[in-house]
């Protein structure tokens, strides 16, 4: 059973930092891709960041210069350090992976992420 263990989460003033952690396990293939989404009320699900097994790395416009993913391959885990929070980064954060062909994620549960004055 795939399963993955998300912290990091909470409220932050603007201008502040976050750093999201996420482990998956239960998975038998090994990882190609792993990265986070985000889902804002009235929002669909977009893709904040991705990083690949050979450490490349895809960011969503909005978060350039501002957000960093980094990847533990032997431990599965994958980070993201946001600096610079806006407003506008509220969100629920769900991690996710792709491996086998196959997309797993968080789907269910995911972490709050509220920047607010």
């Not at 990882?31 to 985000?38: A, E, F, H, L």
């Not at 990847?71 to 806006?86: E, G, I, P, S």
């Amino acid at each position: 059973q795939v399963q993955f263990v998300e912290t990091g989460g909470g409220s932050v003033q603007p201008g502040g930092s976050l750093r999201l952690s996420c482990v998956a396990s239960g998975i038998s293939f090994s990882i190609s891709v792993m990265g986070w989404y985000r889902q804002a009320p009235g929002n669909e699900r977009e893709l904040v960041a991705r990083i690949f097994s050979d450490g490349s790395i895809n960011y969503v416009d909005s978060v350039k210069g501002r957000f960093t993913i980094s990847r533990d391959n032997a431990k599965n885990k994958v980070y993201l350090q946001m600096n610079d929070l806006k407003p506008e980064d509220t969100a629920v954060y769900y991690c996710y992976c792709t491996a086998g062909g196959w997309v797993y994620g968080n789907w269910g549960q995911g972490t709050q992420v509220t920047v607010s004055s």
